[in-house]
């Protein structure tokens, strides 16, 4: 359960994987994924939601405070295998677009 | 044999019969009956029960030898010898004698070492046919309970097992153990949203030992399909039984996948299997399933990984998955069938691939003895209707039931406070699919009512990340200082027509809702939590003093 992080050999992409609830109390783990040195020298974020059971509105917030931080950056997000609740949210709070969810 | 020997002496002439008898009681202690012609020495058999019978041969009326060969008929398994006391000196009317039955002799005038030593061995040899008859008797026996044992198993496997979901159209599989019972796993079942779950395994050894595994897997897989439960969830729990349940030596290889074909979505957690492979409506072969994990028994809970593999499956495409069976059968030569092979007869069979694989494998195996357990499984990726939800035709019948939970400060000062309401709530049958959706209903629930209506926290605050944790860190001291706050919680299930809610009203111990009721732009770090709630439920509303919030939820 929580935050895994994985580097591509050309360290131009960086996977964040979540797995179990996506919810408040993986901050400090969500956080720590993406304030690094990895990430700083990364091309593209990518969050992988395949392990992810369910997502509510405080990981979505959690979202768009990364999405803010990288846009700085000109680094791009995408949001990969979304089950299909998970997907449900992100269309029904208008975030999908935001984030290019798959 | 307890009881005394006991010899039959039948001879026509009195004397003779007598030096026998004398000559026996000074060499043994047996008991002694006597018969002066063949019908005698008969009745004598039957009504005596002798352990040997010394057989003049040559008496009027019955004699020796048609004697012999009437007692011989009644002896059956038994073995009760006939020494034959004869004067005939010519090899050929000894042997005429002795092929009516009789098993030695002794010729007339006698030497007694030679008597003595002939009726010695004749009883042993008794002794041992009895012992022989005894053994095979109680072997038999004991084969006649286990095979009424093994018909038992086999009648408890078959009820435990076969529930799976074999609709030709979807799953074409073919499955051969070396021994009545398969150590190979294969389950196949719909999920309540329509999507196909499927289990394909693989126990170490075979037979007896190997199947007793298949059992507590069938009982979980089955269980947890009909709730739809996750893959990644199913996995953890085969885990978690077979490592409590199995031998240090024994284990899982399995693959647990769901083929959600409205999505065109696989999810797949495997370990130890040989590759999957995922072909597109045009027969192209698309994807590998490579195994990722160890296999299941051998870790414990909390090491356990349940990531899974997302796959993209066409309609019309097909995912084709075998035991080591397969790939590891060998021919006469001792070579392998092997990966390569299979993988190659896959891509170049076309639509027929699956049964050009079983008889390619038939072909160079020949006449060698299967050595190990094989499956072979082709999945369709196949829209199907959809199905009825389970509970619809129960809608009419079902009881309107409603819970009360309430939490207090302390409860909110715990670190899952809500997980314990799950439990309750997900130990209801009619929630219990549906308790994705829930868990983020009453999480936002909960958090609006903790965070707005109790402690007053501005969300705006939540708007960068450092501010998130400065957030985060305030409502946690709050939450520590509380005194006398609660939320309650009501939870009603009602039926309207054919239709059936959970009805959600919250209080809450803070300054309520008093036209709370915004739209939310998506650039705010708050207030999406209503927008979840009021896109989830038919109905969502405060009641007139904004004490209480209501939620209903179509199930």
């Known amino acids: ?102 | 044999m307890s009881e005394r020997i006991k010899i039959l002496i039948v001879d026509d002439i009195e004397t003779n019969r007598s030096l026998i008898r004398q000559t026996l009681n000074a060499l043994y202690d047996f008991d002694i009956v006597e018969a002066s012609d063949g019908e005698e020495a008969v009745e004598q058999f039957e009504t005596e029960n002798p352990d040997l019978i010394l057989m003049d041969i040559m008496m009027p009326g019955v004699d020796g030898c048609k004697a012999t060969t009437l007692i011989k008929e009644k002896t059956g398994d038994d073995y009760t010898p006939i020494i034959f006391l004869t004067a005939l000196n010519s090899d050929d009317s000894l042997v005429t004698a002795l092929s009516s039955g009789g098993d030695d002799f002794v010729s007339k005038p006698y030497n007694i070492g030679i008597l003595q030593s002939k009726i010695n061995v004749h009883l042993k040899i008794r002794e041992l046919t009895t012992q022989l008859n005894s053994k095979n008797n109680m072997l038999s026996r004991f084969n006649t309970r286990l095979i009424q044992e093994q018909e038992l198993i086999e009648y408890f496997f078959e009820n435990a097992i076969k529930q799976s979901f074999l609709d030709k159209k979807i799953v074409n599989y073919h499955m051969s153990s070396i021994s009545v019972f398969n150590g190979d796993v294969m389950f196949v079942q719909r999920g309540p949203k329509g999507s196909i779950y499927v289990i394909v395994g693989d126990f170490t050894g075979h037979g007896l030992t190997a199947a007793m595994g298949t059992l507590p897997v069938a009982m979980i897989f089955f269980t947890m399909v009909e709730k739809g439960a996750a893959v990644g969830e199913i996995a953890r729990e085969i885990n978690k039984q077979l490592f409590k349940l199995l031998p240090y030596n024994m284990f899982l290889v399995a693959s647990i996948l769901e083929l959600n074909s409205r999505e065109e979505m696989l999810t797949v957690w495997t370990s130890g299997m040989p590759d999957g492979y995922i072909f597109n409506g045009g027969n192209q072969l698309t994807d590998t399933i490579y195994s990722q994990h160890m296999p299941l028994g051998i870790i414990d809970n909390n090491d356990f990984d349940s990531i899974v593999q997302v796959y993209h499956v066409e309609e019309g495409g097909k995912v084709y998955l075998c035991s080591d069976g397969v790939v590891e059968a060998r021919n006469v030569s001792g070579e392998m069938f092997g990966e390569e092979r299979y993988k190659d007869t896959l891509v170049d069979g076309g639509d027929h691939r699956f049964n050009k694989i079983l008889d390619d494998l038939k072909l160079f195996v020949t006449d060698v003895e299967q050595s190990d357990d094989i499956t072979l499984v082709e999945l369709n990726c196949l829209k199907l209707p959809e199905l009825p939800p389970p509970e619809t035709k129960a809608i009419s019948d079902a009881l309107q039931w409603s819970i009360s939970i309430s939490l207090s400060a302390t409860d909110m000062r715990k670190q899952n406070p809500i997980s314990k309401l799950f439990d309750i709530l997900n130990s209801l049958p009619s929630v219990y699919v549906y308790r994705d959706v829930l868990h983020i209903l009453i999480s936002e629930i909960y958090n609006n009512s903790l965070d707005h209506s109790i402690l007053n926290l501005d969300s705006a605050i939540k708007s960068s990340s450092e501010d998130m944790s400065e957030y985060y860190k305030l409502r946690d001291e709050q939450i520590k200082n509380l005194e006398n706050a609660f939320i309650d919680f009501n939870f009603s299930f009602l039926t309207k027509q054919d239709d059936a809610y959970l009805k959600i009203e919250v209080k809450d111990s803070g300054r309520g809702y008093q036209g709370k009721e915004q739209e939310f732009s998506a650039e705010l770090f708050s207030g999406r939590g209503l927008d979840i709630i009021k896109n989830f439920c038919e109905e969502m509303s405060f009641s007139e003093d904004g004490s209480v919030f209501t939620v209903l939820y179509r199930l």
């Open chain 1, 1 to 102: 359960m929580g935050v895994h992080t994985n580097i591509s050999d050309d360290k131009s992409t960086v996977t964040i994987f979540i797995e179990g609830d996506f919810n408040f109390s993986l901050l400090s783990d969500f956080k720590n994924s993406y304030n690094n040195n990895d990430v700083v020298t990364a091309k593209k974020i990518i969050i992988d939601l395949s392990g992810t059971l369910t997502i509510d509105s405080s990981a979505l917030g959690m979202l768009l405070v990364l999405q803010r931080d990288m846009e700085k950056t000109g680094k791009a997000i995408n949001v990969v295998n979304c089950n299909s609740l998970v997907r449900r949210i992100f269309a029904m709070t208008n975030l999908d677009r935001m984030f290019n969810v798959e």
